[in-house]
């Protein structure tokens, strides 16, 4: 899609459309919220390998087990 928005762009606009395609990649390289994704991802597998997560689930489920639901 990169590509093809990319030709249209440099058939109707001319050169101005690679300027405008590097800016928008390097605002959305350079958005830190976008780090926080793989981070969470990591930490949960990190939870997951280690056996933290299903101590977790199982204190959890101890504290809510009388609750409906």
């Known amino acids: 899609m990169l590509l093809t928005a990319?030709?249209?762009?440099?058939?109707?606009?001319?050169?101005?459309?690679a300027y405008q395609l590097l800016t928008k990649i390097?605002?959305?390289?350079?958005?830190?919220?976008?780090?926080?994704?793989?981070?969470?991802?990591?930490?949960?597998?990190m939870l997951e390998k280690s056996g933290i997560a299903e101590r977790l689930f199982h204190a959890i489920h101890l504290w809510t087990k009388r609750l409906p639901g």
């Open 6 to 17: 990319a030709i249209f762009g440099l058939i109707m606009f001319g050169d101005v459309t």
């Open 26 to 45: 390097e605002e959305t390289a350079s958005n830190s919220i976008l780090a926080a994704v793989p981070l969470f991802i990591f930490m949960g597998a």
